[in-house]
């Protein structure tokens, strides 16, 4: 376990000195939010029925915004090359990368989501739901980003086409976690959207960390 | 400060044979028919022009680049048929947000043991170990990532252009490491445009009109 907890606290370290890189996430976030109000008007009621998927839709965007610091430093600098030369697992090494990952961004967004779904008016009876949906669905937005960061490792415009390769791959995450939160504010049962929330993260942990080595072995040739 | 040296007892045996090797870049041939032997404390030299593949023919036998023909046959070492091995590219896996201390410590835990403060000692950079990784000028990156040998616990070596931007003092480091290490059966693969200096050194060389390889004493 040691070469994966110190890659994991290595990535950790680099969160911490360079927070500036996480706040610009964070910032994003809000100001992707708080320009629906500002654009479509303050009226609570429609800013109510769009709150989920506001709410949704700039974590996804944001979590875009995150993923070119996964792998190619990494990749510029030959420390991929340290991996793929190594003993260590890479796949343990892909794993313990995204859970520094999640760490830093995923759970920044989950924290922050309450806030901004008050300010959208969201009926209180989803804060929970929303912040449980992005729980499950923000690993799995790490996990598949992974597979794109890894993949567009010394394509040029690489922020660009990873956000083709990705956003599709986040439809149905995105699509369950509004779901679920619009279920519970119009008392019908969230949980089935939870359920495949969970079953995506579930095989999002089994397939995106193979897909990812296999993509850091073609970029390393 | 007196730590003991890092890295004692030989490793297991260890050979290389490779046959009829090519490589191929982007469709283009790059080299072929390359034939060479190593066994555990021998020294190659990978010599050159620019282009005639010394990089390749590292990354090849690092396998991080598949063959275009031929094979590479390590025996004895680990039960894989590649042993575990150390590549040091031209690039230097030096992050400018971590001291030198946390760095080699990293490398440690990543894939060695042993002791942080013998391997910087053994790359001359000791005063070095607080100071972030961005503060350091390019000979020291390059002596910092070298000191990740002293770390790693694999009987082969990989090194590319290694004494690129080194000053005297840190190529006799650099030249000692390499000693002891094939004194404890390891092998060293260099790809260089200086001689090296390293005592029996043998020569693998690329090129365009010389395709094959040539042993020299």
Redesign the interface.
Known sequence: MRPYLATFRRDLRFAVRHGADTAVVLAFFVVAVVLFPLGIGPAAETLAVIAPGVVWVAALLATLLSLDRLFAADFEDGTVDLFLTGRTSLLLVVLAKCAAHWLTTGLPLIVLSPVLAAMLHLPAAGYLMLALGLLLGTPVLTLLGAVGAALVLGARRGGVLIAILVLPLYIPVLIFGVLSVDAVIHAADPWPHILLLGAALLAGLVIAPPAAVLALRSAAE | MNAPENGSGTYPALSLNVEGLACARGGRAVFGGLDFQAAGGDAIELRGPNGAGKSSLLRLL?????PAAGAIVWTGGAETSRP????C???????P??TAR?QL???R???GNGSVEAAARAMGIGPLLDVAGGLLSAGQRRRLALARLALAETPAWLLDEPSVSLDEDGAALLTAMIGRHRARGGLVVVATHQPTGLPHARTVNLGLDAPGGADGA
Not at chain 2, 62 to 66: D, R, S
Not at chain 2, 84 to 87: E, N, R, V
Not at chain 2, 89 to 95: A, E, L, N, S
Request: proline content about 8%; hydrophobic content about 50%; cysteine-free.
């Open positions: 690092a396998g991080l680049l598949p575990a091995l150390t590549y590219g031209h690039r230097d896996p030096v992050k947000w971590l946390e410590a990293w490398w835990d990543l894939e």
